[in-house]
């Protein structure tokens, strides 16, 4: 079969597979999320996600460790131009908290989101004075017991007045932890009368109101003098005078949340006066303008609730943010960050522009170095060789460079916007979401398949479409030429992060704009190599003649191509088990016996159809549910004695705080980088004799499958993808390694300990 260079695996079926991946993106991520499906490496730590056992319209989620109700308090039914009270009520079991707006060395706020009649305004959460959880040397504040979260709700003066109810929704997520954390979420509905009391709840709310820092009138400052900050108040009750008092910011990376009165922070009485000195947090960002602060005592009211008062100090003086000083970029990033999240002005702006620089150069690398992924490589190789066999037709060659180069970028413009989009709605998301998913990577294996087989000769797309539609395409290369961008971006993508880790963690950091013109670059990059070769003829030039050799080399092709089904196989099986695997694997043998079967003739090819279409129907229906099932986690449990455990936020601080570092390896079956690593570097005998010298507890975080937890700690890292490596020291910054390991740098970062 002579090869003809525009006769590309990228015809109709080609680009409807591709339009079908695409759509599993979002179907598929969403899926993962709305099932919060814990990582496979985490059972042994992480339970399983919240779960309602009621109705999606119910006003109650209950879980193993938590009773969360959606509960209103409206004493005169629904008024125009009057106020109403919303509130979540969450009933924790014992031992398990959940978290204030600043959950301090760990964890993460329970957060509300409203859907309420048009016109009603929902204001902010009016939180309760939270108590100090101590762990270690480590302070969370936090919500033991019960405790409402209430919200006040302005009803519009366009409310109809003759309506008889008015129904609320509200999808809430918190993180509820003991030793080990669980993110966990819930969607209520609540039905609210018009004209009748609501005030079933009424003793709740007046409790929590009685729970919420009194504002002071009097005025207050900080001053930063080195490590600590001289703080002054005034208007406090003249019953406080003497007192010692608690001192709680309301932003975190500020403080050092676990100082103790008499120990790490002073404080006395000038008359009405309240002055104390309080050290600053080791991973403390940029000074911000001014710091909000509850301050509280150990005394209780007697409905149990503490006596707080809340001031906002405005700050004199800036303090060297010591964790952008003392750690890793992508850390600093991160830092940033949430300084701006809440609300703060960084005091290092101009050298964002450099950070942006570096990140676009790191984007354009990384792009260049993804052509030579094995199932991106045989499509640009074939597509620079299909110049060889056209002649000198320099403008046709320019147009196609133009052409895939479009394609590359749009589409790894559209792959960021989607994600950052999602991000922006809440979803907890990093680079590489598309692989999380099992059905995507379903899809993706069989488009690789059939590619496979036709750079293998078995059929030509072209005898599978009407001759009408195929000579269009054969007469708009440039359609070709943008299809293999597409597609190049489709199964390229997750292999980014290694590459790039730093730029897509910044990126996601960034303003949209900014974040896209670092996706942007990545796409140049990746396109340069082939945009390059249509527009200087040298390279042409250089190919060897057109002959027989193209054909062999077009088939050898299929075999890099091949190769990437068999990891995507092995990934699925990560993810959904030995039964989804295998149910992948005779699937793809069922759709290339269909393949050859439409190369046959006559009555034979629709007799071989027909029963290789039922097979693969009953397949579809007998076992399909196995590709999306999650794997059963007997294996991955952790065992006492394994080297390497499952990972947790909370395990990490309480190994901390009893002293002993921790390494974690942020890692996914469908990251070959990961692997990589995995089975050089960190199996090296040098870096397991490193590690056990200094007594380094191992964890894993596996994040094959979407994990909000294992996502939430990469984006305090300041990345957004795998592989992270990160050694955690007690009382210093995390230090976050390079993306490709040696073992020099893995054990010269733990001989630092």
Same mark, same amino acid.
Request: with cysteine; glycine share 8%.
């Given at each position: 079969?002579?090869?003809?260079?525009?006769?590309?695996?990228?015809?109709?079926?080609?680009?409807?597979?591709?339009?079908?991946?695409?759509?599993?993106?979002?179907?598929?991520?969403?899926?993962?999320?709305?099932?919060?499906?814990?990582?496979?490496?985490? =059972?042994?730590?992480?339970?399983?996600?919240?779960?309602?056992?009621?109705? #999606?319209?119910?006003?109650?989620?209950?879980?193993? !460790?938590?009773?969360?109700?959606?509960?209103?308090?409206?004493?005169?039914?629904?008024?125009? /131009?009057?106020?109403?009270?919303?509130?979540?009520?969450?009933?924790?079991?014992?031992?398990?908290?959940?978290?204030?707006?600043?959950?301090?060395?760990?964890?993460?706020?329970?957060?509300?989101?409203?859907?309420?009649?048009?016109?009603?305004?929902?204001?902010?959460?009016?939180?309760?004075?939270?108590?100090?959880?101590?762990?270690?040397?480590?302070?969370?504040?936090?919500?033991?017991?019960?405790?409402?979260?209430?919200?006040?709700?302005?009803?519009?003066?366009?409310?109809?007045?003759?309506?008889?109810?008015?129904?609320?929704?509200?999808?809430?997520?918190?993180?509820?932890? $003991?030793?080990? &954390?669980?993110?966990?979420?819930?969607?209520?509905?609540?039905?609210?009368?018009?004209?009748?009391?609501?005030?079933? +709840?009424?003793?709740?709310? #007046?409790?929590?109101?009685?729970?919420?820092?009194?504002?002071?009138?009097?005025?207050?400052?900080?001053?930063?003098?080195?490590?600590?900050?001289?703080?002054?108040?005034?208007?406090?009750?003249?019953?406080?005078?003497?007192?010692?008092?608690?001192?709680?910011?309301?932003?975190?990376?500020?403080?050092?949340?676990?100082?103790?009165?008499?120990?790490?922070? =002073?404080?006395?009485?000038?008359?009405?006066?309240?002055?104390?000195?309080?050290?600053?947090?080791?991973?403390?960002?940029?000074?911000?303008?001014?710091?909000?602060?509850?301050?509280? =005592?150990?005394? $209780?009211?007697?409905?149990?609730?503490?006596?707080?008062?809340?001031?906002?100090?405005?700050?004199?003086?800036?303090?060297?943010?010591?964790?952008?000083?003392?750690?890793?970029?992508?850390?600093?990033?991160?830092?940033?960050?949430?300084?701006?999240?809440?609300?703060?002005?960084?005091?290092?702006?101009?050298?964002?522009?450099?950070?942006?620089?570096?990140?676009?150069?790191?984007?354009?690398?990384?792009?260049?170095?993804?052509?030579?992924?094995?199932?991106?490589?045989?499509?640009?190789?074939?597509?620079?060789?299909?110049?060889?066999?056209?002649?000198?037709?320099?403008?046709?060659?320019?147009?196609?460079?133009?052409? +895939?180069?479009?394609?590359?970028?749009?589409?790894?413009?559209?792959?960021?916007?989607?994600?950052?989009?999602? !991000?922006?709605?809440?979803?907890?998301?990093?680079?590489?979401?598309?692989?999380?998913?099992?059905?995507?990577? #379903?899809?993706?294996?069989?488009?690789?398949?059939?590619?496979?087989?036709?750079?293998? /000769?078995?059929?030509?797309?072209?005898?599978?479409?009407?001759?009408?539609?195929?000579?269009?395409?054969?007469?708009?290369?440039?359609?070709? #030429?943008?299809?293999?961008?597409?597609?190049?971006?489709?199964?390229?993508?997750?292999?980014?992060?290694?590459?790039?880790?730093?730029?897509?963690?910044?990126?996601?950091?960034?303003?949209?704009?900014?974040?896209?013109?670092?996706?942007?670059?990545?796409?140049?990059?990746?396109?340069?190599?082939?945009?390059?070769?249509?527009?200087?003829?040298?390279?042409?030039?250089?190919?060897?003649?057109?002959?027989?050799? @193209?054909?062999?080399? $077009?088939?050898? @092709?299929?075999?890099? @191509?091949?190769?990437?089904?068999?990891?995507?196989? %092995?990934?699925?099986?990560?993810?959904?088990?030995?039964?989804?695997?295998?149910?992948?694997?005779?699937?793809?043998?069922?759709?290339?016996?269909?393949?050859?079967?439409?190369?046959?003739?006559?009555?034979? $090819?629709?007799?071989?159809?027909?029963?290789?279409?039922?097979?693969?129907? +009953?397949?579809? &229906?007998?076992?399909?549910?196995?590709?999306?099932?999650?794997?059963?986690?007997?294996?991955?449990?952790?065992?006492?004695?394994?080297?390497?455990?499952? %990972?947790?936020?909370?395990?990490?601080?309480?190994?901390?705080?009893?002293?002993?570092?921790?390494?974690?390896?942020?890692?996914?079956?469908? &990251?070959?980088?990961?692997? +990589?690593?995995? !089975?050089?570097?960190?199996?090296?005998?040098?870096?397991?004799?490193?590690?056990?010298?200094?007594? *380094?507890?191992?964890?894993?975080?596996?994040?094959?499958?979407?994990?909000?937890?294992?996502?939430?700690?990469?984006?305090?890292?300041?990345?957004?993808? *795998?592989?992270?490596?990160?050694?955690?020291?007690?009382?210093?910054?995390?230090?976050?390694?390079?993306? *490709?390991?040696?073992?020099?740098?893995?054990?010269?970062?733990?001989?630092?300990?």
């Amino acid at each position: 079969m002579a090869y003809d260079g525009k006769r590309l695996p990228l015809r109709a079926l080609i680009f409807t597979l591709f339009l079908i991946a695409l759509s599993a993106l979002w179907t598929g991520a969403n899926a993962q999320i709305k099932l919060n499906i814990g990582s496979s490496g985490n =059972t042994a730590a992480m339970d399983t996600p919240a779960s309602s056992n009621s109705s #999606a319209d119910s006003h109650i989620v209950t879980t193993p !460790r938590v009773r969360a109700e959606l509960v209103a308090n409206a004493p005169d039914g629904i008024v125009p /131009g009057n106020a109403i009270e919303l509130g979540l009520l969450i009933e924790h079991q014992p031992q398990w908290h959940t978290y204030w707006k600043n959950p301090g060395d760990s964890g993460l706020p329970t957060q509300l989101e409203w859907q309420l009649p048009p016109g009603w305004d929902a204001a902010d959460i009016a939180w309760p004075t939270p108590h100090p959880i101590r762990i270690g040397n480590l302070v969370n504040y936090g919500y033991e017991g019960k405790v409402l979260l209430p919200v006040k709700v302005q009803i519009p003066t366009t409310f109809a007045a003759d309506s008889t109810s008015a129904t609320v929704q509200l999808k809430a997520s918190w993180l509820v932890c $003991r030793v080990e &954390c669980i993110p966990e979420e819930g969607s209520f509905s609540l039905t609210i009368p018009a004209k009748s009391s609501t005030g079933m +709840y009424a003793a709740e709310f #007046a409790a929590a109101h009685a729970q919420e820092p009194i504002a002071l009138q009097g005025e207050s400052s900080a001053t930063v003098e080195g490590s600590q900050l001289q703080l002054r108040v005034s208007g406090l009750p003249a019953a406080l005078q003497n007192q010692s008092l608690q001192v709680l910011p309301e932003t975190a990376n500020t403080l050092h949340h676990a100082m103790e009165a008499g120990k790490d922070f =002073t404080q006395q009485w000038d008359g009405a006066v309240w002055t104390a000195t309080v050290p600053l947090s080791d991973a403390r960002g940029d000074t911000p303008a001014e710091l909000p602060l509850v301050l509280t =005592t150990a005394e $209780r009211t007697a409905a149990g609730s503490a006596v707080a008062w809340r001031t906002v100090a405005p700050i004199s003086g800036q303090w060297q943010a010591a964790a952008v000083a003392q750690v890793s970029p992508e850390l600093a990033a991160a830092l940033a960050k949430n300084a701006e999240r809440q609300g703060t002005t960084p005091a290092t702006l101009p050298a964002a522009s450099g950070s942006l620089w570096l990140a676009l150069l790191g984007g354009l690398i990384g792009g260049l170095i993804l052509n030579l992924m094995p199932c991106v490589f045989p499509i640009l190789a074939i597509k620079v060789l299909g110049f060889a066999g056209h002649g000198n037709q320099l403008r046709e060659q320019r147009m196609a460079g133009l052409a +895939y180069t479009a394609g590359v970028v749009l589409s790894f413009l559209a792959l960021g916007g989607l994600l950052l989009a999602l !991000r922006a709605a809440g979803q907890q998301l990093g680079w590489g979401f598309q692989l999380q998913s099992p059905l995507v990577v #379903a899809l993706l294996a069989t488009l690789f398949t059939v590619i496979g087989l036709n750079l293998a /000769g078995l059929f030509e797309f072209g005898h599978f479409v009407p001759s009408s539609l195929a000579g269009k395409q054969a007469s708009n290369p440039l359609t070709n #030429a943008f299809l293999s961008g597409v597609l190049a971006v489709a199964i390229a993508s997750p292999c980014t992060a290694p590459f790039m880790g730093a730029s897509m963690g910044l990126a996601i950091s960034m303003p949209a704009a900014q974040a896209l013109l670092i996706f942007a670059a990545l796409g140049i990059g990746m396109a340069l190599p082939y945009l390059l070769a249509s527009w200087v003829p040298a390279v042409v030039r250089w190919l060897p003649r057109p002959g027989a050799w @193209m054909d062999t080399f $077009r088939r050898a @092709m299929a075999f890099p @191509m091949f190769a990437t089904v068999v990891w995507l196989v %092995w990934v699925l099986g990560q993810q959904s088990g030995i039964d989804g695997a295998a149910t992948l694997l005779a699937f793809l043998v069922l759709l290339a016996a269909l393949i050859w079967s439409l190369t046959l003739q006559g009555r034979t $090819r629709w007799v071989f159809c027909i029963i290789l279409i039922a097979g693969g129907a +009953y397949l579809v &229906c007998a076992t399909g549910k196995n590709l999306s099932n999650p794997e059963p986690q007997i294996a991955s449990a952790a065992q006492p004695n394994a080297r390497w455990q499952p %990972w947790s936020a909370a395990l990490v601080a309480e190994t901390n705080a009893a002293g002993r570092p921790v390494f974690v390896d942020f890692t996914a079956a469908w &990251c070959v980088t990961c692997q +990589y690593n995995k !089975r050089t570097t960190l199996s090296n005998p040098e870096v397991l004799q490193a590690f056990d010298g200094k007594q *380094v507890i191992l964890l894993r975080a596996d994040w094959t499958r979407q994990d909000p937890a294992i996502t939430a700690a990469l984006n305090q890292l300041g990345r957004s993808g *795998v592989p992270v490596y990160v050694l955690y020291a007690p009382g210093k910054a995390p230090v976050v390694l390079s993306e *490709v390991l040696s073992v020099q740098e893995v054990v010269n970062a733990v001989n630092t300990l």
